[in-house]
Structures are given as structure tokens and as C-alpha cells.
């Protein structure tokens, strides 16, 4: 059963002027190291990092929570470079017989995520 659908997007340029001006600062209070490193990989990191911005926020929509600390959701890849998210503490404990559903996309100037939450139907066992 979807519990909660969210959605977010997220203009690239705005989002590398505000990370370019506050640098570190930032990126290490949004993102994990893990996070970082896949992204600067890329010749252009911003469009992933704003991806992954927007799928932080998507999870936020579709779960309701709103006191979880951004590095709680990590937007990892699979060896076949599907996104999920990998989710920690508070957010682990409210999700943890969730299933996560995530995609991202960025094109030009805009990066977006959507985020569906399913909640195992209890009742289709009895």
C-alpha cells in the first residue's frame, strides 16, 4: 500500500551558486561522504548534488518526517547505477518495513526526484 508520493526539482544553477559560496559548510551538512565523493567524480558535480538535494527533499514530502537530519537519507547507486535510498537513524526507525521507491532525473538547467513509500499491506497475510 503507497503510504506517501513526493516530489521535488530543483534549479541547478541556484543551487551550485549557493554551494560554491558556502562550500564545505554546505555540502557536509546536506550530504554524506559518500555522497560527495560519487559526485565530484563528475566532471560537472552539481547536477547530481542538486539530484540528490531534491531527493532529500522528495523523502521529506512522501514521509511526513521533518525533524530527520539530511545525512540520515543517502542517495547511494546499485552496481547497475539504479538510485535508493539508504536511510539511518531516525529515518531507518519510521521506515524500517518500508520499501522506498526512488528516481532521479536532471536535464539543463533543472534536477528532480520522486519518491513513493509503500507500507507492507498487513492485512494480505491473514
Known amino acids: ?3 506517501g508520493v513526493g516530489i521535488d526539482l530543483v534549479h541547478i544553477p541556484r543551487f551550485e551558486r549557493i554551494a560554491r559560496k558556502w562550500e564545505s559548510r554546505f ?6 561522504e559518500q555522497e560527495q565523493k560519487y559526485c565530484f567524480r ?4 552539481y547536477p547530481s548534488l542538486a539530484a540528490r538535494f531534491a531527493a532529500k ?8 518526517l521533518s525533524v530527520v537530519p539530511w545525512k540520515d537519507i543517502e542517495v547511494m547507486n546499485s552496481d547497475e547505477g539504479r538510485p535508493f535510498l539508504l536511510l539511518h537513524g531516525l529515518a531507518r526507525e519510521h521506515h524500517e518495513t518500508s520499501r522506498i ?3 532521479l532525473s536532471h536535464d539543463g538547467e533543472y534536477a528532480a526526484a520522486q519518491v513513493i513509500i509503500e507500507q507492507p499491506d498487513l492485512g494480505a497475510s491473514l
Open 1 to 3: 500500500m503507497i503510504s
Open 27 to 32: 555540502l557536509d551538512r546536506l550530504f554524506t
Open 42 to 45: 563528475r566532471a560537472d558535480p
Open 57 to 64: 527533499e522528495a523523502f521529506f514530502k512522501a514521509s511526513r
Open 101 to 103: 521507491h526512488l528516481s
